[in-house]
């Protein structure tokens, strides 16, 4: 079933076109991977389809309703959520701020002015879950201004996490990630359970192949190819213009 | 050229670098490796003035850089390429690289705009662009850019190809190997293994503020038991 | 004395809801005087009709919270200096009004006569004013309090924040702001129509940038982020006005230098600084006796 | 501001202090008015010792700024606070007006108005605990209006301030002059705090008038005067003042010789040939080491009326003080003989016409024609609006 | 052209270095006041000019040092602070100086006026309005010609990272606040002769030149300065045409402009 479909989509900055007619598709439960040569458009792409940036044209739907018109944050109570190429966090917050702020994105009770936020058992429950997941309970009552890099990067996918999603964009989840946390990062990410999708932009070579069922290559602002991860490594196009030869050596 | 030696470094009352030691020589790039947290960028700031280390010694070129500012730092050769890119995004791409023009002290290499512009093409398509208005790769290798025009003589790199395409690791990679023959000094902190052991001279790993291993490319990577246990590879 | 506390009252829960829109929404309003001044026109004017105290207060909130509504529309979409020189402009622009309303007494303001009475007797006396104030000031205060700390609260502050974050979390951040906007400007309005009872006289001068600058001052002095900064801050401010300047004509010198004091102490506001003693006092009090108070300085900081 | 005085020289302690307050603009816009009058002030105790009869004085300025809202503030302030047995302020119109309005409902204490001009605080909004010791829009712009026409030309432009008084006076000046056989060509509203008057200077000078009639008080007046002659229209046109702006010594520091040929009305003039101006000039000048102008003698009356009426009525109460005012009261001040009218509540007092002249490298206003004994009509006259 | 004599020196300031610098008007009239003292004892007008000049420049280093240096970054305590020494500047000047209204006297030079077409322009603002055109060249030149302008627009971004560029961040901070603080002194002395001294007169400057440097956009000096003639203009015929809502006019205008681009006529789309 297809869950988000991209028609036509076109993006221009001024007199710059730099998305160029994208059509792509993600089935129900996929792990889309997008890859591209930097300046390709990945995050151009994904600010378009969170409404982020407006599209100069083209459609997006989600679940079969187009959504390129509603404003961002009624894309996450539809089911949308995204992280950022550039760590964006409440840095004044904890970490259990933090968390407890995304989850609340979705809870109906945002909107109450009288009940004191610790009463919400539910809340902190949720948080505590969470945090225990993905092994940062020990880190809740740090600032996140004072996490490590790495932390961060995580905190940005647990505050997407929370919303609740069926859909998740991640923006170059492991960049800055050492090798050890970006093992743990894939490991953690296999966790997540089939039925939330994940549509992600990755450079780690490492990252894609063991991750994704399904790979874009969107160059220049076109999706070149959309295939399985065999096809693409086996062609000898995407070789040259996103590897350069030799980088899939210890493949 | 650079050595640190017992360096201690805190952010407020948290103690980040246990006495550091390491030594870059001349013409030598000396890779930095660790996991997230480590202290390899505070390391970094530590030598660019950044964080001032309270205890422990920098020479550089026989001067003694604690307790300095960072531009005298700068002004005395050292160049920096930030994590997380730190490009001016109120300033147009090619005032970015404007700023940061100016002639070597010491080294005979002088990089110019223009190189820049040839070492990275889309920078020169975009310079009207102001910073945040490329996209991550690009910043990087405006970031890149930007150091190399200061022209100096020991360069500081963290994580230079993060958010780069393979392609462009490449590149970059052939880049540092180039300006490592012109003489140039290098400090590289870096998460793709594979880069940094091509490039480097010698790998010093980090491990909460201290230094863990020291040693040649060639001996980490065909040490399996030290790649898993500091780098979880 | 009554006299000045009832002042106080007044101004602090003005300052109150200026504080909510700049220490919790990031909105620095140089024109939240004029929702004050709507409030103080409002039961000014009306109460040449009704003596209703509940018509009256209600009427001024009402008032301020069409006009919040309006301006509030246009002002959000801008920040920092952008609203605060927007909110002036709007303040401004009601200002040149009231000064030309030659029916409502135009430059030189408008008298009005009314007593308070809430349906159990007239309050006439200053101490019976100073109850009724004193009685709003609990009411504005604790329903602020829930407010902050409800989720509503919390999301406003995220909002200041971090807006693009929010929205990526699903949050409106038009609808919190507006939110926080219309709560401050009807408290504002209540204020003002509080007011009144006390001078019984309204003018233009409501809506100058003085009054303006006023209680953002208090704002600023009292501690920005908290609720009960502002309302100290007004407390000092109106105090000090009254008291230096009846010792010295050099009010405004010390003012400043209070001011400047204040920032170079690096906290704050007085709040700030009243916490910074306690804690430091009991940290003394704790390495000499060593007892665990620490946890209970840190539940008080977090309640302010 | 500060309380001073007090007669604690005396060291007597023979009955209780006499507390005085006064809310006064002293800073703001209208500064130059409140401190002339509190100069005054503080000059008549001095002379006196700071005792009216034998009781010792106690005063309290206020500032107000200007604004009728502080004002108000005063006065709750020095009503309640300080407890204070008469007040003084009310140095412009809407203040008096705010501060009638409150007296006469308080019926705390009464008030001597003291530089506000409102008429209608004569007439419809007189109150009996007010006693104005000034002058009303009507009684300066009047005598203006007819003086204006009979000596110095017929055809005029009026400009004024975009505010209460400011409207009384060119309504005021435009009925007496056109009675007299004037013709006002045009008259133009500058809002207080204009700096640049040059538009409005532009819009003078297509009119072929003889004179301008201004009435700009606070500091927009000085800047007019300044650009009158800087633009080069104090060539062409007689400027004439209604509001004592042109002869005040600020304003003379301020713009210099800018003031020369000038004319202007004044209930007070520093050369008047009197043995109490000669006392009183001489003391503000040691005091003060500049000349007085009418807000100083203003606040020197009303001091005068205060101490007299007190001693008058033997006591501070409200009631007996209001009787004694009521019952009339006169005196010779350095101004000239002046009586408060109990029908407008309004001083009895003679006009002077001043022009600016320089002469031994000075600027001083010389004396041209004297309107005796002046009063302010019992009854509003009805003008027709100025628009 | 006074108008944009006023907001020159805030454009930089504010406009260009992000310090919200309430005190702006207070340099500009203390300016105005010490060249007013300097003339009164027998100086001439130019004399008088520089040395007010020096004094206020000098002023301003001490309070960049003292103060401004210690809250970069933190708009709420810059606001505090220079709010607080607009207080303090204001009553020290009302001590020095009195409430009464100063002026200058018009510099002998300039003192007749030029007739031109049925209108009088007084040769010294005619002048001013040359003067006007001087700072917009000097300020032009500014941004073009020397690298100051993009250091410190590069150190409002990341001032750790323009210092690890070698720059000393710090004294070229300095410098340009002094700089910003000359030219408002330089307008203060300027307009003297046009708009005098008097107390309070500080927060008239100050919103009408964050008026001027608001519509025309955030760091940019054409900005300010088209807009000071847009807003002289409107004030004029304001004026004109509706008196006492020429004021409002201005303001009415400011939030059209805001409302259709919410960063000012130049300002720079921030993300
Ligand atoms: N606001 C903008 N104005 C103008 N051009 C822009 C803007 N944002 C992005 N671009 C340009 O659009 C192109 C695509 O940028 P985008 O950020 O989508 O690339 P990307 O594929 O995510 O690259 P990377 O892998 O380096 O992050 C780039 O060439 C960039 O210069
Ligand atoms: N500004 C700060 N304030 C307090 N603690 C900090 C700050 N910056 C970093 N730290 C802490 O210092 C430690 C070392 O950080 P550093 O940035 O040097 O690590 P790193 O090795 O560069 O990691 P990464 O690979 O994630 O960049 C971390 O534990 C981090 O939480
Ligand atoms: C200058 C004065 C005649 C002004 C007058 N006091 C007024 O009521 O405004
Ligand atoms: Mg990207
Ligand atoms: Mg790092």
Known sequence: MTLLKIEDLNKSFKALHILKGVNIEVNKGERHVIIGPNGAGKTTLFNCIYGTLPLSSGKVYLAGKRIDHIPSFKRTEKGMGRTFQKNNLFEELTVEENVRLAIMGKKKYRLNMFKPMQNYNDLAEECHRLLEEWEMTERRTVLVKELSYGEQRLLEIILSLSTNPEIILLDEPTSGMSPTETSRFVKLIKKIPDHITLVIIEHDMEVVFSLANKITVLHHGTAMMTASPEEIRGNQMIQEIYFGGGALSHD | ?233 | MVYLSTEILVFAIFAMSLGLIMGFGGMPSLGHCALFGLGAYTVAILSEYTANIYLLLGAAILISLCFSLVTGYIAIRNKGVFFLMITLAFTQVLFLITSRMKFWGGNDGYSASLTANFGFGEITSNIGLFYMMGFFFVLTYFLLKLFVNAPAGKVLKGMMENEGRMIALGYNPKTYKMFAYLIAGSMAGLAGGLYIYKTQFVSPALFSVHMGAEVMIMVFIGGMGTIFGPALGAGAFVFLQNYISTMTDRWPLILGLLFIAIVLLKRGGILHLLQFVATFGLKLFKSSRNAPVDKHVKGKEQAS | ACGSGGGQASGDGEGESIKLGFTLALTGNFAFMGEGVKEGVELFFEENDYKIGDRPVELFFEDDAGDPQKALKNYQQLTLNQEVDFLGGGTIGSISYALTEAAEKDKRVPIINVVGSGNSLSWGDKSDYVWRIGFSSLNYAGTLGVDMAENIGKKAVVIASDYVAGHEQATDFSANFKEHGGEVLDILWAPSGTSDFSSYINQIKQHDADAVFMFIPGADGPRFVQQFKEFGLAKNYALVDGGSVLNAPSTVEAVGDAVVNGYTLSHYHVGLENELNKKFVDDYTKKYDKVPDNYVINGYDTAKVISESIQKAGSTEVGDIIETLKAGLSFDSPRGPIELDPKTNHPIQNHYILKGAEKDGEIVFELVRTYEKVQMPAEDPGYEKAK | MLLFLMAAGLSIIFGLMKIMNLAHGSFFILAGYVAYSFSRSGMNFWLSMVLAVIVISIFALIIEKLLISRVHGSETDQVLLTVGLVFVLGDLALWIWGGNFLSIPVPALFDYSLDFVGMTFPAYRLFVIAMGILFAFVLWYFEAKTRVGMIVRAGVDDMEMVSALGFNVKIIFSGVFIFGAALAAFGGVLSGPILGMYPMMEWEILVNSMIVVIIGGLGSWKGAFIASMIVGFVDIFGRIYMPTFAMAFIFILMVAILMVKPTGLFGRVES
């Open chain 2, 1 to 233: 050229m650079i050595e640190l030696k017992e360096v201690h470094s805190y952010y407020g009352h948290s103690h980040i670098l246990h006495g550091v030691n390491l030594q870059v020589k001349k013409g030598q790039c000396v890779a930095l490796l660790g996991r997230n947290g480590a202290g390899k960028t505070t390391t970094i700031h530590s030598i660019a003035g950044l964080v001032v280390p309270k205890e422990g010694t920098i020479q550089f070129k026989d001067k003694e850089l604690v307790g300095r500012t960072p531009n005298h730092i700068s002004k005395a050769g050292v160049g920096l390429v930030p994590q997380g890119r730190r490009v001016f995004p109120s300033l147009t791409v090619k005032e970015n690289l404007l700023i940061a023009e100016r002639k070597s002290i010491s080294s005979e290499k002088q990089w110019t705009i223009e190189e820049v512009y040839q070492l990275f093409p889309i920078l020169k398509e975009r310079e009207e662009n102001m910073g945040n208005e490329l996209s991550g790769g690009q910043q990087q290798m405006l970031a890149i850019g930007r150091a190399l025009l200061l022209n100096p003589d020991f360069l500081l790199m963290d994580e230079p190809s993060e958010g780069l395409a393979p392609v462009i690791i490449e590149q970059i990679k052939n880049i540092i190997l180039d300006v490592k023959k012109t003489g140039l000094s290098m400090l590289i902190v870096e998460q793709n293994i594979d880069l940094a052991c091509c490039v480097a001279d010698e790998v010093i790993i980090l491990n909460k503020g201290e230094v863990v291993w020291q040693g040649l490319p060639a001996e980490l990577l065909h040490n399996d038991e030290l790649l898993k246990v500091h780098l979880g590879v």
